[in-house]
């Protein structure tokens, strides 16, 4: 399986971007699929994750109100929208995937995901 995240940029505080994480690969199966993000010099943290049918979502208390997680039909891809981003919200932005069963007991551990694409950098100028 291979993540490819895509939609990291520049921008202003208050304003808003949308990541999006496709996932390809042929035993891709019913995975949940998410995003974790690193600030320099501070370690990875969970931001969301949705289930494999994209009925559940999980967030972080950070961005809860301000980010949304959504999936698409053909669940290979989920995108995260972004709104009022602040400049603590600058990251390098990592999309994951694991299965939805383990998700679901800990959405935010890192050692449920199987699977991790590379990273894509927003950037929240103030």
């Known amino acids: 399986v291979q993540l490819q995240a895509s939609g990291g940029g520049l921008v202003q505080a208050g304003g808003s971007l949308k990541l999006s994480c496709a996932a390809s690969g042929s035993t891709f199966g019913s995975y949940g699929m998410g995003w974790f993000r690193q600030a320099p010099g501070k370690e990875r943290e969970f931001v969301a994750v949705?289930?494999?049918?994209?009925?559940?979502?999980w967030y972080a208390d950070s961005v809860k109100g301000r980010f949304t997680l959504s999936r698409d039909s053909n669940k290979n891809t989920v995108n995260l929208q972004m709104e009022g981003l602040q400049p603590e919200d600058t990251a390098v932005y990592y999309c994951a995937a694991g299965a939805t069963a383990k998700i679901v007991m800990s959405p935010h551990m890192e050692r449920v995901y199987d699977y991790w694409g590379q990273g894509t950098q927003v950037t929240v100028s103030s």
């Open positions: 949705i289930s494999w049918s994209g009925g559940r979502t």
